[in-house]
Structure formats: structure tokens, C-alpha cells
């Protein structure tokens, strides 16, 4: 991952794990979720290359989809941080991811 912030790249990495998983197990409520947030960001960056990406990401099989969202490529890493996906992690869901990282981060650099 090259974009400089290595560690919130891979926090972002661990929210799109869970992401995914919620992707396959509830696919209409994210996908619903997901178009209607992208749908806001076209209309206010006025389609971008990312949105147009996402777009089309957003059309593939679900279990393309699914590992797509967390493959570790540089363009991944840089949809990551202009996801659709806002709202589909609930705020306890996040908090557990947030603290689960730190405190893996935490034991990593000791």
C-alpha cells in the first residue's frame, strides 16, 4: 500500500473484512445502502473516476464484490478511502473494529 498512511490503510482494510461479510449475508440491505450513498457522491463530486469505479464494482457477483473490498492493491487502497459503504457498519460495529485494531497495533509494536 503506497498512499502513505499504512495504518489507517489497514484499518480500512479490517471495516471492509467486516463490510463484506455483512455484503454476503445481507446483499440487498448493503447494496441498497451502498448505491444510495454513491448516488449522493455523484451527484456532489459530479462522477468522478472513483465513483465511476465504484459503480462498476458495485455491479459484480457478490462474492467478487466481497473480495474485492479488501484485496490489497493500490487501487483498492484508494477506493477504500472514497467508499459507499458509509452507514453499513453500525457505530458499536465500528468501535469494535477500532479498539480490536489498536489493541492488536498496540501488542504488535511491543
Known sequence: MAYGHP???????????AIAQKLLEQPDLVLTKARHNLAGMMHRAQSTPYTQKWRALLDLPLPVLADRLTEESDEMTALRQC????????????WIIYRTFREEEDHDTK
Open 7 to 17: 495504518r489507517n490503510d489497514r484499518r480500512s482494510v479490517r471495516l471492509h473484512q
Open 83 to 94: 467508499t459507499p459503504f458509509a452507514g453499513v457498519l453500525s457505530p458499536q460495529e465500528r
